[in-house]
């Protein structure tokens, strides 16, 4: 389930899931490198790289990025 009652809203995937959207606002940008967005997301939110996976998977069955050679774009 992806809205619980059990879990603080900060542990849910859909909340990483808006920090990565985030990043790329904080960034001004609509692509960057995989990388990138991973240390960004791990220097200001301490994201694992499990949880950037799935809010990654995530973003991307909402159609609100995509990927390409190692790169992360944000859809329109």
């Keep these: 389930m992806i809205l619980g009652k059990d879990v603080h809203p900060s542990k849910k995937i859909y909340y990483s899931s808006a920090l990565v959207l985030d990043g790329f606002k904080d960034l001004s940008v609509s692509e960057i490198a995989f990388d990138e967005l991973f240390s960004k997301m791990k220097r200001d939110y301490s994201m694992s790289i499990e949880i ?25």
């Design 52 to 76: 950037f996976m799935l809010s990654l998977d995530w973003l991307f069955l909402l159609n609100a990025i995509d990927s390409r050679d190692g790169k992360v774009f944000k859809c329109s």
